[in-house]
């Protein structure tokens, strides 16, 4: 079992994780929609929206009250971005911003959004 001062670092990492992706929807927009499937409706809504839930479910994982809702909500969230993540392997190879996305790239992608989904059902259980 982990002591407490890691289970909170690591809890503080996971959170700034998702809140500084969220900010990332706003920083970085255009490079979003190189990743999102051409079959979804009103892509810079979506690039925003998530953006958003990103940001909200970090800080609410801060919270011992909200901390189980927060892992819910992003495991959720983690369900509904395959699409973008097939899509990318579909896509590759590809340039995103500045890094050459590979199919190896792409592929490994999913294995860590199923790590992410873990941690999140660590932080569910955990309180």
């Known amino acids: ?3 407490r001062p890691t289970y909170k670092i690591f ?3 996971y959170a700034l994780l998702y809140i500084l992706a969220g900010c990332n ?3 970085s927009t255009a490079v979003y929609y190189g990743i999102m499937p051409k079959w979804l409706p009103a892509p810079g809504f979506l690039i925003y929206f998530s953006g958003v839930l990103e940001i909200v479910f970090g800080f609410l994982l801060l919270f011992k009250k909200t901390r189980k809702l927060a892992a819910v909500l992003i495991i959720l969230m983690l369900i509904a971005f395959m699409p973008a ?7 590759a190879p590809f340039m995103l911003g500045k890094i050459m996305v590979t199919p190896l790239i792409a592929w490994l992608r999913l294995p860590f959004q ?3 989904m873990g ?3 660590y932080y569910y259980f955990k309180e």
């Open 11 to 13: 809890l503080w990492v």
């Open 119 to 121: 941690w999140a059902w």
């Open 114 to 116: 199923v790590l992410f």
């Open 85 to 91: 993540h097939i899509y990318m392997i579909q896509k």
């Open 25 to 27: 929807h706003f920083l």
């Open 1 to 3: 079992m982990i002591n």
